[in-house]
């Protein structure tokens, strides 16, 4: 059993930043894992944000990229999720979310993933 912890979440004005990160308790590293942040507004349905391969595979949702930058420490069981110019409508709980490289691989912002977190809020006031 995997367990996903998030942390990092608050209150911010626009334009400002925040880092979000992920511990993944497993047996072995999670360089075998595809982490992944996704993001769900009230009234919305989740959205896929970023998600990292060990190997070097990222990939962003098109209303986050250029200001959002994913990240991950192996060694650490650590992923993070740095947020920069955020604006209003990123208020959202924001989800990690780990499975194994080979599940994911194919639609890592859209996979179903098998672990998740149990979220941390961000809320970016105008």
């Known amino acids: 059993q995997v367990k996903v912890v998030e942390s990092g979440g608050g209150l911010v004005q626009a334009g400002g930043s925040l880092r979000l990160s992920c511990i993944a308790s497993?047996?072995?590293?999670?360089?075998?894992?595809?982490m992944a942040w996704f993001r769900q507004a009230p009234g919305k349905e989740r959205e896929g944000v970023a998600s990292s391969s060990s190997s070097g595979d990222i990939f962003y949702a098109d209303t986050v990229k250029g200001r959002f930058t994913i990240s991950r420490d192996d060694a650490k069981n650590t992923a993070y999720l740095q947020m920069d110019s955020l604006k209003p409508e990123d208020t959202a709980m924001y989800y990690c979310a780990a499975d194994f490289y080979w599940r994911a691989r194919l639609r890592p912002l859209s996979y179903s993933y098998s672990y998740w977190g149990q979220g941390t809020q961000v809320t970016v006031s105008s």
């Open positions: 497993v047996s072995e590293s999670i360089s075998r894992y595809y």
